[in-house]
């Protein structure tokens, strides 16, 4: 089965900068703290830890969403969206993105996943459908507030993002189910 595009390859491209995490790394596949035991794979649903660098000057806050761009729903499936992020914040611990965002920096929302649930969701892709990309993505915004509420969907934010991202950072682990 050929795998899905990036989505971000269909946004106006914008400069990279430094991300990294003491928990996911690119091309490998997630630990067990990030994957799903909400949807029955075993996991604690454990957001992980993300610090980033070099975002460019006028960057006035940050958004972090984690998107399966693999999910077999013709849509991918958004796993978690935190926005509002200040400025002076340059990392989310481990387990920041618990469902009352108990971690997350003072002023930070974050929406409702794919699911329904607020805070992130790890993976659980189905058996055998091969391995899924965690797009997690640190997204540097020309604004200090997205005009949104913690109502509106995952898609309504990133079309809010859009036209105010200034660069974005990409960290993208994988998982499968055999």
């Known amino acids: 089965m050929p795998q899905p595009p990036n989505p971000y390859d269909f946004l106006?491209?914008?400069?990279?900068?430094?991300?990294?995490?003491?928990?996911?790394?690119?091309?490998?596949?997630?630990?067990?703290?990030?994957?799903?035991?909400?949807?029955?794979?075993?996991?604690?649903?454990?957001?992980?830890?993300?610090?980033?660098?070099?975002?460019p000057d006028g960057t006035q806050s940050y958004a972090v969403t984690c998107f399966d761009p693999d999910a077999p729903t013709g849509s991918g499936f958004w796993h978690w969206v935190v926005y509002d992020i200040a400025a002076s914040c340059n990392e989310l611990a481990s387990g920041a993105g618990d469902s009352e965002g108990s971690g997350l920096p003072a002023g930070t929302n974050q929406l409702r996943n794919d699911a329904g649930l607020y805070g992130y969701l790890g993976s659980a892709p189905p058996a055998g459908h091969g391995p899924h990309r965690y797009m997690f993505a640190v997204h540097a915004l020309n604004v200090e507030s997205l005009p949104i509420t913690t109502d509106v969907s995952p898609a309504i934010c990133g079309f809010n993002m859009f036209g105010t991202t200034l660069a974005r950072a990409l960290i993208t682990p994988i998982y499968e189910h055999s």
């Not at 900068?17 to 996991?43: H, N, W």
Request: proline fraction near 11%; charge should be negative; avoid cysteine.
């Open 12 to 55: 106006p491209e914008v400069p990279s900068f430094e991300v990294r995490s003491d928990d996911v790394a690119d091309a490998q596949m997630l630990p067990m703290p990030q994957v799903s035991g909400i949807f029955g794979s075993g996991g604690e649903d454990r957001s992980p830890h993300l610090a980033w660098s070099g975002a």
